[in-house]
């Protein structure tokens, strides 16, 4: 019995994919996402720090009003 041979596949074309804006190729989409990575990490850092000098602002003024009491001659408490 003779060997049986293969049916021929036709192989279609590979489509060729234009990048564009609406559809970027992976390594523009991954730079992309690395970039609003890098902003986002950016705008949490800049909130932190102002965070950070608001919550030390009240510190300080508490620590302020506190002295301004204890010095104070006025104070009806102690009185």
Do not use: W
Not at 25 to 43: C, G
Not at 51 to 75: E, F, G, Q, R, T
């Amino acid at each position: 019995m003779p060997p049986k041979s293969k049916p021929q596949q036709c192989k279609t074309p590979k489509l060729v994919i234009i990048p564009t804006p609406e559809n970027p190729t992976p390594s523009e989409f991954s730079t992309a996402i690395s970039r609003t990575t890098v902003a986002q990490i950016s705008a949490l850092e800049t909130l932190t720090h102002v965070a950070i000098d608001y919550l030390v602002a009240i510190a300080k003024s508490s620590a302020s009003y506190s002295l301004l009491n204890l010095v104070s001659p006025k104070d009806e408490r102690r009185s």
